[in-house]
């Protein structure tokens, strides 16, 4: 007797195919549409920057390591003290992702801000670390990598999530953000910040985006963005779309400010506001209510 053929959602061959590319696509939309409204998860704080950087604690040992060994390698050495130099910024982003946790679990909704990373180590790991140590929910939007990148342990279980399509992972990204924080990071953090700042200079990106550049002193051995300007090729008043910030505390300030003007401050309307009534006009209407 022939057997029931698969039906065709549940025929994983049929499903990896090239001819289902579509349906995979449409997947990594909608699962997470799905997931993230069960969780109530309508805005987040994403925070970019390398995946290679490290704990102050663990830089520390892995120098101590080489420097116990007999005839360390030069570069070796080299290499292990530029990570202990680095791991400032892995311990500054635990710390402002913490603060901006900590004030946005008492905003209403509580957690109306969620710290969102791309899932790795580095300063994925530490942007997770900080939203859990403030006892926040924090999203891990991972990527299947050939060199298997694993999800860290820090991210809200139910919003640990596998993509393999950078660009369904990149629209994620940008769909939630109310806000972007920029650590020090290599060719995946510089393709991130200008895909957005030129949608957001095109217009294509409309809503209110904060953007936070962390450390000036790094990012102008990095980049020129001032020259740029001066050259003509970009517009002058392109360089306000972002700020560049040195402290874990002016980068919570500005984010805070910017967050409480564009989507916790509700603006006046005949429908909120409240009315002003005089003690003389309260008798007045309490006569009327007497008399009616």
Known sequence: MLKKAPKAYSDEKFL???????????AEYMEPQYRFRRENVR?????????????????????????????????????????????????????LSKMLTEWS?????????????????????????????????????????????????YITPSL???????????FWFAYLAKALIIMPGGFGTLDELFELLTLIQTKKIRKKMPIVIYDR????????????????????????????????????????????KHYLQKPDSLFNQKASVTPKEKRKLKKRIKES
């Not at 640990?160 to 990149?170: A, G, I, Q, S, T």
Request: charged share 30%; hydrophobic share 40%; net charge positive.
């Open 105 to 153: 679990i008492k905003q209403e909704p509580g957690n109306r801000f969620v710290v969102c990373s791309g899932g790795g180590p580095g300063i994925m790991e530490a942007s997770n670390r900080g939203a859990k140590k403030a006892g926040g929910k924090s999203i891990g939007l991972n990527i299947s990598l050939p060199f298997e990148q694993n999800p860290n342990p």
């Open 217 to 260: 002193k790094f990012w102008n051995n990095i980049i020129n963005l001032e020259e740029l300007a001066n050259k003509r090729l970009i517009d002058r008043e392109d360089l306000k779309l972002f700020n560049v910030v040195d402290t874990v505390e002016e980068a919570f300030d500005f984010l805070k400010n910017e967050l409480c």
């Open 16 to 26: 990896k195919s090239p001819a289902a590319r579509s349906l995979r696509i449409v």
């Open 43 to 95: 805005d987040t704080i994403v925070f970019y920057g390398s995946a290679r950087l490290l704990p102050r604690a663990e830089a520390k040992k892995r120098l101590k390591a080489l420097t116990q060994l007999k005839n360390p390698s030069m570069q070796r050495v080299i290499d292990a003290e530029v990570d202990l130099e680095m791991s400032r910024y892995y311990e500054d982003t635990v710390k």
């Open 160 to 170: 640990n999530f596998e993509f393999h399509y950078f660009f369904m992972r990149k």
